[in-house]
Structures are given as structure tokens and as C-alpha cells.
């Protein structure tokens, strides 16, 4: 046995003794190699302690953060068709009060609109023609005033067509006797030059308004334009 190692003997009962040898440094080297194994062994177990508490964390934020996306969403989709159901709104002075939302004003019926005919002159302005008729049992004879817009599809006021030319803006009101005067007993044909402010193209609806000389609606006609 040499001075530098250990020697461990086993004795098993029915065999013959067992020796083994092992020099300090292989002992030393074991040892090391245990130690190391435990430290990882700890470390891993550590980390693996933190990366769940990491992880229930991040699952955590993240199913907070798509109910926040879920309620973005429906935040948008609301504003979106708010923002539908205003394109095209204009308000309109009608002497009696201080404006009309025109979207939702219903007309008297006592015109209507009847053989329209779209013909482009060009591809910045839009000539149309109408008959307004005349629905009153009497045929008592309407005056009044006539407006024709054509909507951009972007629903950006400041793009509409109007006939008579107006200037349309959302925080200004538009006083309805700057429309066409008419007078009309049975019917009467009306041709109508719209200049456009984009290419003919990108106006996807008209509406034809017409009031009687106190502002009241007579007829409130919407119609989706088709190239």
C-alpha cells in the first residue's frame, strides 16, 4: 500500500475480500466532481425555481394584457361605428332651432325623387338629373330650397361636391337657404353640376336635401353611386 493512498477492503461473507486503492488526488478529483455536480444540481434547481415564478409572472401580464387588447378592441370597433354612423353628417341652420343633425331628421315625403340619371362631365365634376315631384294630395304648389352633396368615401367633409357650391365643415353649421330655390306645383326637372374636389371614382353616395321656405325637411334622399 502505498504512503500517498487509501485502501478500502470489503469483506463480503461469502467471497474473498475485495481491495481497492485510491491515491489522494483521484479522491481530491472525486470529491471536486461531487461537489461540482451538487452545486449545479443546486443552482439548476434555484433558477428552475425562479423561471416558474418568472414564467407565472409573465403568464400572468400576459392574460392581463389581452383582456386590456380585448377591451381596446371593443373601444375601437365602438368609435369605428360611431364614426360610420356620423360620415356624411351635416348640420344645418333651419331658422327655428340652432341646428339639425340631417343624418337623423326624417323628410315630410311631400317630394320625392324619381328618374335620376348620373352623367360624368369629367373626372373632377358630376352632372345629374332629377325630377322632383310633387307628393301633396292637392298639389299645393312648394317652394323651398334644393341641395345635392356627393360623399368621398373617406367621409372627410372638407372632399364633399355640393350643388349649389357650399362650404361643408363639421364645427360650422350650413344655412339651408343657400340651397337652389325651386317652386313646384306638380314637378319639375332639375339638372344639377357637382364640382368635385378628388376624381369621380372615390364619391360612393349622393344626398338630395330640399326644405320649404321655414327650413322644414321636404325630402331627405341618400343613394350609393355605382362606376
Given at each position: 500500500?502505498?504512503?500517498?493512498?487509501?485502501?478500502?477492503?470489503?469483506?463480503?461473507?461469502?467471497?474473498?475480500?475485495?481491495?481497492?486503492?485510491?491515491?489522494?488526488?483521484?479522491?481530491?478529483?472525486?470529491?471536486?466532481?461531487?461537489?461540482?455536480?451538487?452545486?449545479?444540481?443546486?443552482?439548476?434547481?434555484?433558477?428552475?425555481?425562479?423561471?416558474?415564478?418568472?414564467?407565472?409572472?409573465?403568464?400572468?401580464e400576459f392574460h392581463s394584457l389581452k383582456i386590456d387588447l380585448k377591451q381596446?378592441?371593443?373601444?375601437?370597433?365602438?368609435?369605428?361605428?360611431?364614426?360610420?354612423?356620423?360620415?356624411?353628417?351635416?348640420?344645418?341652420?333651419?331658422?327655428?332651432?340652432?341646428?339639425?343633425?340631417?343624418?337623423?331628421?326624417?323628410?315630410?315625403?311631400?317630394?320625392?325623387?324619381?328618374?335620376?340619371?348620373?352623367?360624368?362631365?369629367?373626372?373632377?365634376?358630376?352632372?345629374?338629373?332629377?325630377?322632383?315631384?310633387?307628393?301633396?294630395?292637392?298639389?299645393?304648389?312648394?317652394?323651398?330650397?334644393?341641395?345635392?352633396?356627393?360623399?368621398?368615401?373617406?367621409?372627410?367633409?372638407?372632399?364633399?361636391?355640393?350643388?349649389?357650391?357650399?362650404?361643408?365643415?363639421?364645427?360650422?353649421?350650413?344655412?339651408?337657404?343657400?340651397?337652389?330655390?325651386?317652386?313646384?306645383?306638380?314637378?319639375?326637372?332639375?339638372?344639377?353640376?357637382?364640382?368635385?374636389?378628388?376624381?369621380?371614382?372615390?364619391?360612393?353616395?349622393?344626398?338630395?336635401?330640399?326644405?320649404?321656405d321655414n327650413g322644414d325637411v321636404l325630402l331627405n334622399d341618400s343613394r350609393?353611386?355605382?362606376?
Open positions: 500500500m502505498r504512503r500517498d493512498s487509501i485502501t478500502i477492503v470489503l469483506v463480503p461473507e461469502t467471497r474473498e475480500p475485495m481491495t481497492m486503492e485510491f491515491s489522494l488526488r483521484e479522491l481530491a478529483l472525486f470529491f471536486v466532481l461531487l461537489l461540482t455536480i451538487f452545486s449545479s444540481a443546486g443552482y439548476s434547481l434555484f433558477r428552475f425555481r425562479d423561471i416558474r415564478r418568472e414564467y407565472s409572472s409573465l403568464s400572468s381596446k378592441e371593443n373601444q375601437l370597433e365602438s368609435l369605428k361605428s360611431e364614426l360610420d354612423s356620423r360620415k356624411g353628417l351635416i348640420l344645418l341652420v333651419d331658422g327655428k332651432q340652432d341646428t339639425t343633425e340631417l343624418s337623423s331628421v326624417v323628410s315630410s315625403n311631400q317630394l320625392k325623387v324619381e328618374d335620376v340619371q348620373v352623367r360624368s362631365q369629367d373626372t373632377h365634376s358630376l352632372s345629374l338629373g332629377f325630377r322632383l315631384t310633387n307628393t301633396t294630395p292637392d298639389e299645393r304648389p312648394l317652394n323651398g330650397y334644393l341641395m345635392v352633396i356627393a360623399q368621398h368615401k373617406s367621409g372627410d367633409v372638407d372632399m364633399y361636391g355640393t350643388f349649389p357650391e357650399l362650404n361643408l365643415e363639421r364645427s360650422r353649421p350650413v344655412v339651408y337657404s343657400l340651397g337652389d330655390s325651386y317652386s313646384i306645383r306638380r314637378f319639375k326637372q332639375i339638372d344639377a353640376l357637382v364640382p368635385l374636389k378628388d376624381s369621380l371614382e372615390n364619391y360612393t353616395a349622393l344626398k338630395i336635401l330640399a326644405f320649404n350609393v353611386l355605382h362606376w
